[in-house]
């Protein structure tokens, strides 16, 4: 709601009620003191012609967050920043590590970013790690490799190569 315009009887001075305070007394007649320290003026300000606004509901956030699936094995991401790479000695709590027989993939070789956007949906976004070995996509013009440069959304079902290794994205748990 838009703030609300208002005048002081009795020192003329102009002022406004912010949306906030006028969504919170929507519909009642409140008593407001003038912002002008020396008048010390109370009005009666109605606002029983105005509603209130809908309050948003809260979203729940999701307790999946997305998988991986490689040889038939399922990894879990989580929310934020998903470093995956070949089984290493990693300290990093950030990592997912694959376990696999191709050496040419990196110990950190993408990450995978998961967002949650304002109206609850998730967001996957791939971005190559600058690996040694590349991260290829299939798409309308054919296999194509990603720069370090290049985003890529992720959708259900998507498939890319670290490698020689082919990937596949699960937006739902099965």
Known sequence: MAAK?????????????????I?????????????????????????????AAKTEETIPEPTFFGAIEVDRKRYTLHKGANHIGRQSSSNDPQALMITTDDKRISRHHV???????????????????????????????????????????LADQDTFLLADTQVRFHSNPA
């Open 111 to 153: 990450t995978i970013h998961v967002d949650i956007a304002p109206d609850g949906q998730l967001k996957h976004l791939l971005k190559d790690a600058s690996s040694a070995n590349g991260t290829y996509i299939n798409d309308d013009k054919g296999k194509r490799q990603l720069s370090q440069h290049d985003l890529l959304y």
């Open 5 to 21: 315009s208002l005048t002081c009887p009795r020192c003329k001075v102009r002022f406004s009620l912010s949306a906030e305070v």
């Open 23 to 51: 969504d919170k007394y929507a519909g009642q007649k409140v008593p407001i003191n003038c912002p002008k320290p020396s008048c010390k003026q109370v009005m009666a300000v109605d606002l029983t012609h105005l509603k």
